[in-house]
């Protein structure tokens, strides 16, 4: 396995999912992401899209209450892990605290796409890809791994995208962002409703 972000383009478009589910600072949820969008800027991204925000259920289902979600294009002179960085960054600047997979957040700042980039490698990008449903909230990757492995089967992520990236392309699945959404179950799209 190569180096994180060996090889990998810098300057390309990233596209970023936001999510909170805990009020930060007295805020609404709405205002959490609105104040991510200026942080966002003020870390040097240049913000190109910015979906609409969603109420979106909890997942996984039962852990905590809904989400609001959304869905960011930006542009940067960094590499992809450069781009984590920063985002974790924030993400620590709001109050977000990792100490459980999928647990409940102040603010999630994903990184779902950098341009065509696949990382660190096809090969672990496919593993972590097929990881067994039952095994994906006990192991997380030790890396960035690019695109997200589980963007294909997320209706809170891949409908804000569709707002801002629709023609957007998977470089391993070949599919577009339109065709992702169009994939999953009608129920889990009908649970993503805009505010």
């Known amino acids: 396995m190569r180096n994180e972000g060996v090889g990998a383009k810098a300057g390309t478009l990233q596209m970023v999912a936001l999510g909170a589910n805990l009020s930060s600072s007295g805020c609404t949820l709405e205002q959490v992401l609105a104040r991510a969008l200026i942080a966002l800027a003020q870390h040097g991204f240049a913000i190109?899209?910015?979906?609409?925000?969603f109420c979106t259920p909890c997942f996984?289902?039962?852990?905590?209450p809904d989400y609001i979600n959304?869905?960011?294009?930006?542009?940067?002179?960094?590499?992809?892990?450069?781009?984590l960085e920063r985002l974790h960054l924030i993400e620590a600047d709001f109050g977000r605290e990792r100490v459980q997979r999928w647990g409940q957040r102040t603010l999630d700042l994903d990184l779902i796409a950098a341009g065509q980039n696949v990382l660190p490698d096809r090969a672990t990008y496919q593993h972590w890809a097929s990881l067994d449903p039952a095994l994906q909230a006990q192991a997380a990757p030790g890396m960035l791994v690019l695109p997200?492995?589980?963007v294909q089967d997320r209706a809170f992520v891949l409908v804000p995208l569709a707002d801002v990236a629709p023609d957007w392309v998977h470089p391993v699945l070949r599919k577009s962002v339109r065709e992702m959404l169009s994939d999953l179950p009608e129920a889990e799209r009908a649970g993503v409703t805009a505010i």
């Open 60 to 64: 996984p289902e039962g852990a905590g």
């Open 70 to 83: 959304a869905a960011v294009v930006l542009r940067s002179p960094w590499t992809p892990v450069q781009v």
């Open 48 to 53: 190109r899209a910015v979906s609409r925000f």
């Open 148 to 150: 997200h492995p589980r």
